[in-house]
């Protein structure tokens, strides 16, 4: 009887072993971003931010002067919902120009860095490379060019 259980617990370290062997070989690279960083140091974000708010002044004010124009309560409701939708749909849009500016910068970097994954930080507890000082600098590469086309 001894002989067998033996054999198990060998044959199960030698599983783990393996497991463990081969999870090793992986070579994963993994880099992490962090967004808040790119919102506050990238110009290129800082001025869709700044188009953001312009609209909404701009939908402010247009909404004010419907208040000031005597209209019925029914018509300021229907406008004020108007702007509402318009001010979603605009601030969607420019979200994902930004959001789609930063994962073409993040895909150059990865392909050429190597890097397999890219995650927002506070995803990976550790072990990930920042890259986010990277992607800003190719962001505020890639406005000075298309600012001169």
């Known amino acids: 009887m001894k002989q067998p259980m033996w054999k198990k617990l060998a044959c199960m370290g030698l599983i783990v072993t393996a497991a463990i062997v081969s999870g090793c070989g992986s ?24 188009q953001i708010e312009t609209k909404n002044n701009e939908i402010a004010s247009r909404l004010e002067a419907a208040q000031k124009q005597g209209l019925s309560q ?19 849009s420019k979200q994902n120009q930004v959001e789609s500016m930063v994962s073409a910068q993040c895909q150059k970097i990865a392909k050429d ?12 507890p ?21 600012e001169t086309k």
Do not use: C, H, W
């Open 27 to 50: 070579g994963e690279k993994v880099a992490v971003v962090n967004y808040q960083t790119i919102a506050m140091k990238s110009p290129k974000v800082k001025a869709i931010e700044a």
């Open 74 to 92: 029914d018509e300021l409701q229907s406008k004020f919902a108007e702007a509402q939708q318009e001010q979603a749909i605009f601030m969607q």
């Open 113 to 124: 860095k190597g890097y397999t994954i890219v995650l927002r930080n506070g995803m990976v």
């Open 126 to 146: 550790y072990g990930a490379t920042d890259i986010t000082d990277e992607v800003i600098a190719g962001l505020n590469q890639g406005s000075s060019s298309s």
